[in-house]
């Protein structure tokens, strides 16, 4: 069993991101109830230095779909999603959704033919994950549909996860006194999702 993590914890509080807490506790949480678990994890590092796709990369990386050359290095990202069996992406809430690294990884692990392919009656999915969780902390309260869940809600679909969950902890920047409650209080429902098969 795998776990994979994207962890798109980029943040100026450093080892205190809040968003990190959310994925720490759920991590945690899914290793102690799934000791088999093997975590893969990609970094900040990795997502930052994610080039968005140009003319010239697409028509690369199309020549090589046409060809079904899925070892290319191109599709390492989409690989490695599709062979998770359990993946929890975690990201602060940034102008509405999460940070640009975040959604240019979107577009290395949207491959057509990998993670997904089309039929007459439209997408379907292709990757093996029962599960995605999606972490992510706010400084405003959460507002109904908000956009980064909606869309790893809508990615889920496309690549044929059948469960999707997430935690907002919200409200964080506007009251610093209550800050350590909400956010207690989101570790505590990313624990028990992590608890959970
Ligand atoms: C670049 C940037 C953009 C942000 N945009 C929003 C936003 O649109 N809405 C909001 O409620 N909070 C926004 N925030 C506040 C963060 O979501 C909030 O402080 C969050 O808890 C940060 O998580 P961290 O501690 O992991 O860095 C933004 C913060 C930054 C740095």
Known sequence: MKLLIVDCCISQRGKDSRTR????????????????????????????ALRPFDPAALDERDALASVQAWDAPVFALARQFRAADAVAVAAPFWDLSFPAALRTYIEYISANGLTY????????????????VYLTSGGDVEREDSLGVLYWRQLCAMFGIERFDYVFAGG????PAGAPVLLESACALARTLGEEN
Do not use: I, N, W
Request: proline share 4%.
């Open 21 to 48: 807490q959310l994925l720490r506790a759920f991590q945690e949480a899914f290793c102690r109830t799934h000791p088999e678990a093997e975590v893969e994890t990609v970094s900040p590092q990795t997502l930052l």
């Open 117 to 132: 392919h089309y039929e007459a009656d439209g997408c379907h999915g292709d990757c093996r994950a029962q599960r995605l």
């Open 172 to 175: 964080l920047d506007l009251d």
